[in-house]
């Protein structure tokens, strides 16, 4: 997708290892987001960020952490990967917040297919 | 949890008809978008509705919102097989300070159009 970018498309990690998935603008957009994709589960918030260095827990935040010391890169860190980590992550961008009742839409990375066994 | 709830989960149509989907939400909103997603890749922002606005249009795609019922409509006139997709409804909830800003998506209609 244009303006954003992921990192590894796809991986296949070990029980336990740690694993960073990357995500990069071009678009010098302030907010970006992690979310994963489960079926059933449509797609749930793990992180997100409002600013360098700024950032917040989603509702699936347990067993992950994040940092972005720069405007285009915003990092993913699973610390000890688990079976139930096993998804697609997607990373998504947006210029303004979304919660203004003026509203804004995200763009999305192509995700990354994350495999722990 | 989820706030959006896509109705039905599945959707198989023929060229030209027209597809709706619905979706239904918990809590008050500032805004509700629709999303496409075709496999294996990333989502694709389609449209967004204001809290009062009640419909909008954008080429072939009509939403509707119904805040009283909190409630959402999105069709699909004259499908072709290239709207063969997921789609996806993510409120921007209001009022709920910890979910401020992070949209809520809903587990999504697959719709599947065929030639």
């Known amino acids: 997708d244009a303006g954003i970018t992921q990192s590894p498309r796809h991986k296949v990690t070990e029980t336990g290892t740690p694993v960073t998935l990357r995500c990069h603008q071009t678009e010098n957009h302030r907010y970006m987001y992690w979310y994963r994709q489960d079926p059933g589960h449509g797609l749930r918030l793990i992180h997100y960020s409002y600013g360098v260095k700024d950032t917040d827990k989603g509702e699936v935040s347990d067993g992950y952490s994040v940092s972005r010391s720069k405007t285009e890169d915003f990092l993913l860190t699973l610390e000890s990967a688990t079976s139930s980590q096993t998804s697609v992550y997607f990373c998504?961008?947006?210029?303004?917040?979304?919660?203004?009742?003026?509203?804004?839409?995200?763009?999305f990375g192509s995700g990354t297919r994350l495999t722990v066994v | 949890s989820q706030q959006g709830e896509e109705d039905p989960q599945a959707l198989s149509i023929q060229e030209g008809e027209n597809a709706t989907m619905n979706c239904s939400y918990k809590t008050s909103i500032n805004n509700l978008q629709w999303y496409r997603q075709n496999s294996g890749r990333g989502l694709v922002h389609l449209i967004l509705i204001r809290s009062n606005e009640r419909e909008k249009h954008s080429g072939r795609l009509r939403v509707t919102l119904d805040t009283s019922k909190k409630s959402s409509s999105l069709l699909i006139t004259a499908s072709r097989a290239a709207d063969t997709a997921s789609y996806f409804c993510a409120t921007a909830p209001k009022g709920i300070e910890d979910s401020w800003g992070k949209l809520q998506f809903g587990a999504g209609t697959q719709v599947v159009v065929t030639p």
């Open positions: 998504a961008i947006s210029e303004y917040q979304t919660g203004l009742s003026a509203g804004y839409g995200y763009t």
